[in-house]
């Protein structure tokens, strides 16, 4: 078996862009999400070891010396942060010159060939979903006889193997929570709308939606949810309760966990017996009933991808929401008491300023406990970074999706919406949201409940609003 290291590569500052984030980019405040794709791997792995180098906060020179102690290092990387990734396989290699590198995420999935030729130093690219594919080369098999990778021989040609089957029977897959223990600090991971320490994981992969933007079920995970069931699940649940008796939330990170209603509700209940507190990913579109019973059973917090209140744009990128219904959806969860953290995504097909005020308005007017802006970014792989090539809204000479400093810029530019007024736009969607005198109010009233809350939510908010400041700069 390969000594085998499982590594988030260090990165800028503050850059979640882990095996877990689906938008790779320095955020508004501090947030990092569990690296649960490579924690999978570890794993699976025997005597394997993950960092997590961003979260930890460690650079290169502190992993530079770790490559030594391994056979094999496989990196996650990802389309913003692949050439600085790149240059932590070099000086790995370079300090360790028999060390295989390999590369995994949703990058090589969708470039294998033009990825593995980046540089020498990388020994291959997995493709997909790369658990087991990883597991059979550190068992030491030669790449030829592993699917889903991608290498080179021994003559330099470049030599892809069939496509890995998809997994199937999800609960092959052992519990990541015991990894989180091992080898992470559960201090390390914020989120600013979760409660902390939190713990995040999945019970199944794959998405049924086809939204033309979301990363993650169009490169690795397809658009089939498949699960772990519900015993499974809820057996790693039971698992958390005696590892980290400090988690005060556990997240589901499911690309749409509420999918399979009656599912959902099965784990929902089981987490009440538990006494768990928990949150998860969910489309604007749950039954009343379904979120009943999920609020009854330990449900605190939605994650809910409202992306625009104007209908045209919803249909554009295919989203399979209307306005209404997500509406009334979240006078449901408001009555049920259950919080929302709203996301929004400015600039995708279809904007123009009056959209974006009118995504605005809504915002304003079903009012979630907080929200994310995102800018729309096309993602290699994506039906979005497709149709901005055949559209020309991607500029050839300059498609980065992130700064010098790791933040999120705006890539797609419109004929009558350009891409210094979708930037922009942030910061006004922002400014209208949070500094209204009624939400102000709701947000000093909670810090008021909680001293606890009110000491984080001052340092999210300094955060915040630096932020805000030097994106002007």
């Not at 370079?94 to 990058?107: I, S, Y």
């Not at 933007?213 to 069931?229: A, D």
């Not at 996301?343 to 959209?355: A, C, N, S, Y």
């Not at 559209?391 to 498609?399: I, M, Q, S, T, V």
């Amino acid at each position: 078996m390969m000594r085998t290291l499982c590594l988030h590569p260090p990165s800028y500052e503050g850059f979640d862009g882990g095996a877990g984030s689906r938008y790779q980019a320095k955020r508004e405040i501090r947030s990092f999400w569990y690296p649960t794709w490579l924690a999978q791997v570890a794993a699976i792995v025997p005597g394997s070891k993950l960092i997590d180098a961003p979260a930890a906060g460690l650079g290169l020179d502190d992993v530079r010396p770790l490559a030594g102690q391994y056979d094999l290092a496989v990196l996650h990387t990802s389309s913003p942060s692949f050439a600085g990734d790149v240059q932590v396989a070099e000086a790995l290699k370079q300090e360790n010159p028999d060390l295989t590198v390999g590369f995994v995420g949703a990058k090589v999935a969708v470039e294998p060939e033009a990825s593995l030729l980046a540089s020498p130093a990388i020994g291959f690219v997995a493709r997909e979903e790369f658990d087991f594919t990883i597991a059979e080369i550190a068992e030491g098999r030669p790449l030829a006889e592993v699917d889903g990778v991608t290498f080179r021989d021994a003559a330099g040609a470049v030599v892809a193997t069939p496509d890995r089957a998809i997994l199937e029977d999800m609960d092959r897959l052992p519990y990541v929570t015991d990894v989180y223990k091992r080898d992470l600090n559960i201090n390390d991971y914020f989120i600013g709308y979760l409660k902390h320490p939190y713990l995040s994981l999945y019970t199944g992969r794959g998405c049924r939606s086809r939204c033309t933007f979301c990363l993650w079920p169009q490169t690795v995970g397809g658009h089939r949810y498949r699960t772990r069931s519900v015993e499974h699940v809820l057996g790693e649940m039971a698992r958390t309760r005696e590892l980290f008796p400090a988690v005060k939330e556990v997240f589901f990170d499911d690309d749409t966990f509420t999918d399979d209603r009656r599912r959902a509700e099965e784990i929902a209940r089981g987490m009440g017996k538990l006494g768990l507190t928990w949150s998860c990913n969910a489309k604007a579109q749950v039954p009343y009933e379904t979120l009943k019973i999920m609020r009854e059973n330990g449900l605190r917090l939605l994650l809910v991808g409202y992306e625009s209140g104007n209908q045209q744009i919803l249909i554009n990128i295919k989203k399979g929401v209307r306005v209404e219904r997500a509406r009334q959806f979240t006078k449901d969860c408001r009555g049920l008491g259950i919080t929302i953290h709203g996301t929004f995504i400015v600039g995708l097909p279809g904007e123009t300023t009056e959209t974006i005020q009118e995504t605005i308005r809504f915002a304003k007017e079903i009012n979630p406990h907080s929200l994310q802006v995102s800018i729309a970014a096309p993602y290699p792989g994506t039906a979005l970074y497709q149709q901005a090539k055949e559209n020309g809204w991607l500029p050839e000479d300059d498609a980065t999706l992130i700064d010098e400093h790791g933040v999120q810029t705006a890539t797609l530019s419109y004929p009558n919406l350009n891409r210094t007024e979708i930037y922009n736009s942030v910061d006004t969607f922002y400014k209208q949201f949070y500094f209204r005198a009624g939400k102000i109010a709701e947000m000093s009233a909670e810090m008021l409940r909680s001293p606890q809350m009110m000491k984080r939510r001052i340092r999210e908010g300094v955060e915040f609003v630096s932020f805000l400041r030097n994106r002007g700069n």
